[in-house]
């Protein structure tokens, strides 16, 4: 179980480091078994051919001289150990270096030693910088850097140096001291694995250049970069894959700017070695580049890449797509403050445009993006959603067939929602017949033409009774007769809600003045007194009907024929029932004028 906090894990290592006496110091160099350093001396010095010249680099074993081949007149690096215990590394790196034969590693050209017997190794002068230098100034080294992206450049140096490191492993040779420090880069970018003075053979050879890596019983190597099982001295777990963890903190510090093991001090780096605590990269890191990195600083060396070039396969990959890589991470970032929008019942069109276009256009260039299609299936699920919510089943059924991967919960969500909204819909379409006015509407025409015709003809009949004096009461009882045989056929059939008010208010209407003038004959009242009544009944039950049929099938003639009707048959008595017949008439024909504009708006609407 991992300890919590630095300062725990720190007690920890060291409580391990003496329990199983390990040293936690670092060892900048190795000790060396291997070939005699007499055969170095052995060669004569030749110091004849060289002019030194200015110090170029400065380590802690050993330092870097710029000096002039004269006899092929070009420059060259000397490099020599400070001091009798540095010249056994020194020594070995030259011997090591000599047999790698690579782009990216330093050639050796000549191994002697200066007049006091130390060690020196002359070899190509690489102009250039330090990778770290790059990493940490970028600005320092545009001329270098050119107009690439930095994070482009840095991969290719990257992958140079893993053909390089890969290249060693393939000579059984192991370096133990990858990092940006010892990474050169030329002029023209070429790219130099240096400092080989850590390295340690992976099988023997006939001639013993190298210790073997299982011979290791010591903590040797950098602290802020090293795996776990250099941080534990042990030898034996040393292989390809301890590179590949040195090359996952070398790209680690691409990313973050710093090691990967980073403490205060060299036991707290040790400590955070020991342990591989796998790195929670920020939002600036994309993905996939945190995951390889991860993958390489595994503690475990069974969870690591197997071989560096499987490194190489997935960074090449990541630049292949990068492009998509990076267009759906911004799409990423904008869906997650779009899915709590989808949850509301405004749908923010433009963004969800905007960021399901990005997924899409993504997925068009790298269709394998398991990102892009993550999130486009759960943008088109949010999507589904929002839109079955507001109750709009047929767009989310549109977007079903877009979904990256199929999904039978929301198909059955889909379904439901549409045969909810399928029911509604059959609902509303009822409701909307039911107070539909152009339902039947030609029918209420014929209806109140008829009536008006029948006021005329009673009105008239009864005005003619009244000039030969006879009662106009008999005569207004047959009203009854031509009421019900008019009324008749609207009364069997219920087309809708409007046309059964309108029948109703018919056969109401009809009844009321049949009665009212049944009442004015039984009191004995004068027939034009029953008039007036009769015309103020039917005005009031007119009323009601424009209320009940908020206005739809009625107008304002009616009320103007019926005002009129009352007034004529107040002031001339002996007119009333003519006026009476010719009153009702016009009333009917209004009401017949309404509902055929009904009909021709209907019709002009279905055109």
């Given amino acids: 179980m991992l300890p919590d906090g630095p300062d725990t894990r720190r007690r920890a290592y060291l409580t391990w480091a003496e329990e199983h006496s390990v040293t936690p110091e670092p060892q900048s160099r190795p000790a060396y078994s291997g070939p005699s350093l007499s055969l170095v001396l052995t060669v004569p010095p030749d110091t004849s051919d060289l002019l030194f010249g200015e110090v170029i680099g400065r380590g802690g074993t050993a330092v870097v001289v710029e000096a002039e081949q004269r006899s092929l007149a070009r420059k060259v690096a000397v490099k020599q150990a400070h001091d009798g215990r540095d010249a056994s590394s020194l020594y070995r790196e030259a011997l090591v270096v000599a047999r790698l034969q690579h782009p990216s590693i330093v050639p050796v050209h000549q ?3 200066d007049q006091d017997g130390r060690p020196r190794i002359v070899m190509t002068r690489v102009h250039g910088a330090r990778w770290s230098s790059v990493i940490r100034a970028p600005g320092q080294f545009r001329s270098m850097l050119g107009d690439s992206d930095p994070l482009a450049f840095h991969l290719r140096v990257f992958i140079d140096l893993c053909h390089a490191v890969a290249y060693a492993h393939s000579e059984g040779v192991l370096h133990r001291d990858i990092k940006p420090a010892n990474v050169m880069i030329g002029r023209f970018g070429q790219v130099y694995l240096l400092d080989w003075g ?5 099988r023997d050879h006939a001639q013993r250049v190298l210790p073997m890596a299982a011979e290791v019983r010591r903590v040797e190597g950098t602290p802020a970069y090293m795996a776990p099982e250099m941080a534990r001295g042990d030898g034996s777990a040393l292989d390809e894959r301890t590179d590949v ?3 996952g903190s070398t790209l680690h510090q691409v990313l973050t700017g710093r090691g990967r093991n980073e403490a205060e001090d060299t036991v707290g780096k040790l400590a ?3 342990y591989g605590e796998p790195f929670s990269y920020g939002p600036d890191v994309p993905p996939e580049l945190g995951r390889i ?22 960074l090449r990959a990541y630049q292949e797509h990068r492009a998509s890589a990076e267009l759906s991470q911004r799409a990423i970032d904008e869906l997650t403050a779009l899915i709590p929008q ?3 019942d405004e749908l923010p069109v433009e963004q969800v445009a905007r960021v399901r276009y990005a997924l899409v256009h993504a997925r068009q260039l790298w269709p394998e993006n398991p990102s892009a299609e993550r999130a486009l299936q759960r943008l088109l699920r949010g999507l589904i959603e929002h839109h079955i919510r507001v109750g709009d089943a047929g767009a989310a059924a549109a977007i079903l067939p877009h979904l990256p991967e199929a999904s039978e919960e929301l198909e059955l969500l889909v379904s439901c929602a549409r045969e909810a909204q399928r029911a509604m819909l059959e609902e509303l379409q009822g ?3 039911d107070v539909d006015p152009a339902v039947a509407a030609r029918l209420r025409v014929r209806l109140f033409t008829g009536l008006s015709v029948a006021f005329l003809a009673v009105g008239s009949v009864a005005q003619a009774c009244v000039a030969l004096g006879m009662s106009a009461y008999p005569v207004f009882m047959v009203i009854n007769v031509v009421m019900g045989i008019t009324i008749l056929p609207l009364s069997r059939r219920r087309a809708n809600d409007v046309h059964a008010r309108a029948a109703d208010a018919a056969r109401i209407r009809a009844a009321g003045t ?3 003038f049944m009442v004015a004959w039984g009191l004995g009242l004068e027939f034009h007194v029953a008039v007036v009544f009769s015309l103020l009944i039917t005005s009031f039950m007119l009323a009601s009907a424009w209320v009940t049929l908020r206005g739809v099938v009625l107008d304002w003639t009616p009320f103007v024929a019926l005002g009129l009707g009352i007034a004529v048959a107040a002031l001339w008595p002996p007119l009333s029932p003519i006026v009476w017949g010719l009153a009702l008439g016009a009333a009917s024909l209004g009401q017949a004028r309404a509902n055929h504009r009904v009909v021709s708006s209907s019709s002009i609407a279905n055109r």
């Fill in 111 to 113: 191994l002697d030693h």
């Fill in 198 to 202: 850590l390295a340690v053979a992976l």
């Fill in 245 to 247: 963890y040195l090359l």
């Fill in 272 to 274: 955070a070695a020991f």
């Fill in 293 to 314: 990195a991860n993958k390489a600083c595994a503690p475990e060396p069974r969870d690591r890449y197997v071989e560096v070039m499987d490194m190489v396969a997935d």
């Fill in 342 to 344: 989808l949850k509301g």
């Fill in 431 to 433: 409701h909307r017949h």
């Fill in 514 to 516: 049949v009665l009212s």
